[in-house]
């Protein structure tokens, strides 16, 4: 399974989680970030989810990755974790399984 394919499920629901929704200060005439623009700089495991940082576009922004098992929480942020410093494009594609 690639990072992309990982999805949640609520109720009858299934959702892809990859890439998390990015958020940042922002200012006017900034960009937002949308989708797998960016660099992947840390990971951090909040509870059952994992904290992502990437940066773009000259500031850092946030993200918040959670899914449905499997695989498991240790498995992707180790994977993750080993891909620090590369492209989110190139990350989605990483096989987590």
């Not at 999805?7 to 892809?16: E, L, P, R």
């Not at 990859?18 to 970030?33: E, I, K, V």
């Not at 500031?59 to 410093?85: C, D, N, Q, Y």
Request: zero cysteines.
């Amino acid at each position: 399974m690639k990072i992309r394919q990982l999805t949640h499920k609520s109720g009858a629901a299934v959702v892809s989680v990859w890439p998390p929704p990015w958020a940042s200060s922002y200012a006017p005439g900034d960009y937002f970030a949308t989708g797998e623009e960016g660099v992947l700089q840390s990971v951090k495991r909040h509870g059952e989810r994992l904290a992502l940082t990437m940066w773009w576009s000259g500031r850092e922004h946030f993200g918040s990755l959670e899914w449905t098992p499997p695989p498991t929480l240790e498995t992707v942020e180790a994977t993750l974790k080993a891909h620090i410093g590369e492209p989110i494009q190139i990350i989605g594609d990483v096989d987590v399984s």
